[in-house]
């Protein structure tokens, strides 16, 4: 992958590509006051440490620089109109009040001017849940995407994601898949992601949904993406490229695909189930931290 | 634990137990035809591979002797005779005609010496499913249960489960739990199995339920039981008390906790999220094979 350096304000390199100075804040779905509501699932109303609006208050305190502005994108969404004025409004109840909603629609719309020059002037921008396929294919190699990329490598800006919106920060992005399956060789369907988390494979709502298993697929197809699940009301919050901390009232599990002694998954035709040994997990809560191997830097 | 040994026919030892000459057939539930109707899960449906009746085609071709008895035991099974027609029926169509069923439903059946004689006769035995507290509760030290084990030390029975039948054979049985969640402490609860595969933790149904969060909570509360996580119409074949095989549609799931590197499971309170470092999982499909840490033997 070429590394196209736009400005000379980078010191700090790893495996030849820059450290990023801005965070990723990567969330689960669900989180407080979302797009789908702020019912909680039963394991949450059950945890008794439920802390509400945890994650996003987090994601106003890393904000940088006075009246910092939020950027919501919403394009990802089939309601953006909706969903944006939700998030506005949770945004407004954790004090702050210089917010823009950019709504992105078609790829023309991600060659705007207008747009780009938004991000340059942003502290933060959320990307909202809705289908991954969306924000791939609308903003892949777009000038609006290339902006937030030279911004988040370069400058502190924080970009957030929910549901959709995490999982399309990944570099190998899952869209569809059977929840409950997955152990049958094509019943996870996986295509490049907007890559702002290098090295991972992210999917959502990942205990309530039972996305285990199309997870170890995705890490057996390339066990150099660490698979990395979120359950719902749950983020990871990731500084210099692949240090994350994990903020929230559920788990986030690792699949570390590094030691796989075996797997047959190159061997086997579509509909067979594939097999997995040596796969290593780690469930990590609330204040936890973890570091993503080989995943610093980023590219534009 | 104490071992008893009851004969002296026993040479092999290992870690103090004797090897058992029987074997375990542990079954992820809906082998074809059981109980609970011969429908087949989606993701069994789309394997192209399935193999109808296989699990229990194997059982039979295990059985040793001319002619030989297979005894069905309900005891799991709220309809016992309904559960026990339709096994009578398969084992019939597989051309077993030498056919008892052992409808035990009190602690007093299980001391009744008719039913141990009937045992003393049997090639194979067919726990039913159900649920498995009542096979613990009902049957747990009893004398029905003591010939069974006997013989499975000692002779060349098989012993086969399926679904609660399947979980009651572990060492620590899991009984209760959230099967999406189970990511919170308490939110999964066991108790002592029957104990027949040693060192172990038995789960069923374990892709389609979405069980593998609380059989990593029963991992970290014992790294010294490995979690055996069974798909419907998968099976594994034990021989030895550890050399399993894996027959069916489906995978099974081992989480190795014994390299665990750290767990607040004995910090946390009830209903707070449990953590957990460095669990090996494995998914292992059809002929595949694996020793299973530290289990040889069977104790009565």
Redesign the interface.
């Known amino acids: 992958m070429a590394v196209k350096q736009k400005t000379e304000k980078k010191s700090k390199q790893h495996l030849g590509l820059p450290i990023p100075k801005g965070k990723l804040l990567v969330i689960g779905g669900k989180e407080s006051k979302s797009e789908e509501g702020d019912e909680r ?3 949450q109303e ?4 439920f802390i509400s609006e945890q994650i996003l208050k987090r994601f106003v305190k890393e904000l940088k620089g006075r009246n910092p502005l939020i950027v919501i994108i919403p394009a990802a969404s089939s309601q953006p109109e909706k969903t944006s004025r939700e998030y506005e409004k949770v945004f407004k109840q954790l004090g702050v009040e210089n917010l823009k909603v950019v709504d992105i629609r078609t790829r023309d719309d991600a060659k705007n001017p207008e747009y780009t020059d938004i991000i340059k002037k942003a502290s933060g921008v959320m990307f909202t849940g809705g289908d991954q396929l969306r924000l791939t294919a609308i903003l892949g190699g777009s000038p609006f995407l290339e902006s937030i990329k030279e911004r988040y490598t370069n400058e502190q800006l924080i970009v957030a994601g929910t549901s959709a919106g995490a999982m399309a920060m990944s570099t190998s992005m899952i869209y569809a898949g ?1 929840s ?5 060789k094509g ?1 996870m369907s996986a295509t490049a992601g907007l890559d702002l988390l290098k090295n991972v494979a992210i999917d959502t709502h990942f ?4 996305r ?2 199309r997870m ?1 697929q995705a890490v057996a197809q390339n066990p150099g993406c660490i698979g990395i699940g979120l ?1 719902e009301d749950t983020a990871i919050l990731v500084k210099e490229g692949n240090e994350m901390e994990v903020i929230g ?3 986030v599990t690792i ?1 570390d695909g590094m030691d796989i002694s075996s797997t ?1 998954i190159y061997e086997i035709k579509a ?16 204040g ?1 931290t973890y570091t993503i191997p080989s995943s610093k830097g980023t590219v534009t």
């Open positions: 699932s039963e394991a059950e945890n008794e440490n059977e409950q399956g997955g152990m049958l019943q205990i309530d949904r039972g285990i298993i170890a359950e009232s559920g788990l699949l047959n509909g067979e189930p594939f097999t997995i040994r040596g796969l290593k997990m780690h469930l990590l809560g609330d936890e």
